[in-house]
């Protein structure tokens, strides 16, 4: 049963996001894109691993806080810029959901515990880590993976899938399989793998 911090904290963190200008249609209504992420993200958590921490559902949750603050092109469009930016906004994730936190009586480690979620420590070795990096990368395949296929070649896509493979955990991997593709993305991902 969810406590009524932890329905603050979600409220608090969809209203932080509720502020992006950048909008999606989904099911013929419209969002600001991060609103809708961090829904897909609850949604995705609760399917694939639906017994987990508060701070894990909290991580989930506010994994993209107030990201177009920090917008991609603002650091250069190339591999050292981009992971630049990566790593920037995961520190900033981290702050963004510590303020929230902290400003609800949330307890310090909790509120640490986020934060160390949200900047991927100990990826493949913390169990909370890996759910989350899972979590992440079936909503990407579910969601983000056809937009990405229309901007970027096939050589280009069957890397990022053979990159997210390589983040993910065997449990993952058979989520992703039982994903729906469109039969574009479906082409790619067996590509990718092999298959």
């Not at 310090?108 to 420590?121: G, S």
């Not at 070795?125 to 056809?146: A, G, H, M, W």
């Not at 296929?149 to 390589?166: A, G, L, N, Y």
């Amino acid at each position: 049963m969810a406590t009524e911090q932890f329905q603050t904290a979600i409220k608090l963190f969809d209203k932080a996001n509720s502020q992006d200008p950048n909008r999606e249609q989904w099911k013929g209504k419209e969002y600001p894109k991060e609103v809708l992420y961090g829904e897909r993200m609850t949604a995705m958590l609760e399917g694939f691993e639906s017994d987990t921490s508060e701070e894990v559902q909290l991580a989930a949750r506010c994994q993209h806080i107030c990201r177009w603050e920090i917008p991609r092109n603002s650091y250069e469009m190339n591999r050292t810029g981009y992971l630049k930016w990566r790593t920037e906004l995961k520190k900033f994730h981290a702050e963004k959901a510590g303020e929230i936190l902290d400003s609800i009586g949330y307890k310090k480690d909790i509120v640490e515990k986020v934060a160390f979620l949200l900047q991927k420590k100990q990826l493949k070795k913390n169990r909370d880590t890996q759910i989350i990096e899972d979590v992440i990368c079936l909503v990407f395949l579910q969601f983000y993976f056809d937009p990405f296929i229309e901007k970027h070649s096939e050589e280009k896509m069957i890397d990022i899938v053979q990159k997210t493979w390589r983040k993910m955990s065997e449990k993952g991997h058979d989520a992703a399989l039982q994903l729906s593709y469109s039969n574009k993305a479906l082409s790619l991902v067996k590509k990718a793998l092999g298959l």
